[in-house]
């Protein structure tokens, strides 16, 4: 939310040339050309200039720093076209399907919905799409047809209706699933494209990995109490003597704390089994780095040894703290098998040494904090609290407070038949702002 506030607010004062370079045209309607359903594209930007900011926000959250040339190759299956430009003619794809829905039910017909529900259908031709994509992004309309084939869900293995929204109503028509394509999560479609396309997502570890350092060490540098902590450049590999090498993704340096990072690129889970299978990769992952970790601690002296050599000076005496640091927030805050799960927020806040709990969001799109929280007022208090805010992040508590547990009974429907009953566990945030400002809301602290 913030990310995508602190964008508006930016984009929002850039020249119109620099949004709309990257923008497609405006799809202004869509209705009937020589008896043929048809796409009518605006000339120019003049009246989309906020929802030119706004995909390029969205785009930006979406494609991962990361990432690199992953989102710019050409690919095959797209007729060359590249990542970045399939997420720019969706965008088009999504306008026509909202201009498709946009029509008004008649109230008055009393026919049975099963009798008229058909015609509201929203249905269109796939060179129809094509063409607006063409006209909208100045693609070649080789490469639009490609897409729009890519884009068209056919039940294979891999493909799900948020990838792949349009579905096949005839041999050469397709209907728009309004329900996948009205929110997107855009970064989680890259990842899912990148898979269907048959790029090797292993790619991403290593990227991320030099990523976390590099995230690590801007937050270390431009924190205000533990600037003078050491961040490895490169990954650690430690030689412990007479057992296997050990490669820690992330070593950094802070005081008498040494942190040992496992780095995971995960594609984010959105059904009970891919949760299931993120849970277990989890699990893998606190049996890898707590294996690095007790190399560490069995053999100090060997381990400073080396730091030095990489030019890190350690102390004599440490604590060794592993993490294991993800891409996204699934899971994150909650210890697998007792080492503390993260992502780059909670390590962000922690560098910066305070929790904001309120906050003002101005007209200008400016945020300001009203309320927050100091995490540690020295280096030695940094260093004490380190595992505890890391097992459980503070910004968390608000969500665990709220997990409610229902029970919800199936009565049987006559005497034979079974009794049942089920637990739904939501989260309901219910804040109190005069509360929360006033300094009487659970887990808040004056400043």
């Known amino acids: 939310m913030q990310f995508y506030a602190l964008s508006m607010q930016h984009l929002l004062t850039m020249p119109q040339s620099f949004l709309y370079a990257n923008f497609p045209k405006a799809i202004e309607s869509v209705g009937k050309r020589n008896g043929k359903l048809s796409v009518f594209v605006s000339r120019n930007h003049v009246e989309d200039f906020e929802e030119a900011a706004r995909w390029q926000a969205m785009s930006t959250y979406a494609q991962e720093p990361y990432y690199g040339v992953l989102l710019s190759a050409a690919q095959d299956c797209l007729g060359g076209a590249s990542i970045r430009e399939l997420m720019t003619a969706w965008s088009v794809v999504r306008s026509i399907s909202l201009k498709l829905c946009d029509f008004t039910i008649n109230d008055e017909d009393e026919r049975m919905p099963h009798e008229w529900i058909a015609e509201y259908v929203p249905v269109i031709q796939v060179d129809a799409i094509a063409r607006g994509i063409q006209e909208a992004t100045g693609f070649a309309f080789a490469h639009a047809q490609k897409i729009v084939q890519f884009l068209t869900y056919r039940g294979d293995q891999g493909q799900e209706l948020y990838s792949q929204p349009l579905v096949p109503v005839g041999e050469a ?31 991403r570890g290593p990227a991320f990995e030099a990523h976390i350092r590099s ?53 984010q889970p959105t059904e009970a089994k891919e949760v299931a299978m993120h849970r277990k990769r989890l699990s893998d992952a606190a049996i890898q780095i707590g294996r690095k970790a007790a190399a560490v601690r069995r053999s100090p002296a060997a381990f400073r040894q080396q730091l030095a050599a990489l030019g890190c000076a350690c102390p ?55 309320k927050k929280r100091i995490l540690y007022d020295s280096l030695a208090d940094a260093v004490s609290k380190a595992t505890d805010y890391f097992s459980a992040p503070p910004q968390l508590d608000i969500f665990k407070r709220s997990v409610v547990h229902r029970s919800i009974l ?35 602290s004056s400043t």
């Not at 699933?177 to 890259?190: D, G, K, Q, T, Y």
């Not at 412990?240 to 008498?256: F, S, T, W």
């Not at 703290?321 to 891409?327: A, E």
């Not at 309120?358 to 009203?370: E, L, W, Y």
């Open 316 to 370: 004599e005496v440490f604590e060794v703290l592993p993490l294991i640091i993800l891409n996204n927030a699934v899971h994150a805050g909650f210890p697998v098998d007792g080492v503390p799960v993260v992502d780059e927020n909670i390590l962000e806040v922690f560098f910066s040494g305070e929790l904001h709990d309120a906050a003002v969001q101005r007209s200008s799109g400016a945020i300001d904090a009203v």
């Open 173 to 203: 028509v397709v209907s728009p699933c309004l329900a996948a394509i009205h929110s997107p999560n855009l970064r989680r479609l890259c990842d899912i494209w990148l898979r269907q396309l048959g790029v090797d997502l292993e790619k």
């Open 410 to 444: 199936v009565p049987p429907m006559n005497q034979d038949d079974w009794y049942g009953e089920y637990i739904t566990v939501e989260c309901e945030v219910n804040i109190d702002a005069d509360a929360l400002l006033s300094g009487n809301s659970p887990g808040a």
């Open 215 to 267: 995230q690590v060490r801007s937050m270390m540098a431009s924190s205000p109490l533990l600037s003078k902590g050491v961040t490895l450049a490169d990954a650690m590999h430690f030689d412990e003597p007479d057992e296997r090498v050990e490669e820690i993704d992330l070593v950094a340096v802070i005081g008498e704390l040494v942190i040992l990072g496992e780095a995971k690129c995960i594609l």
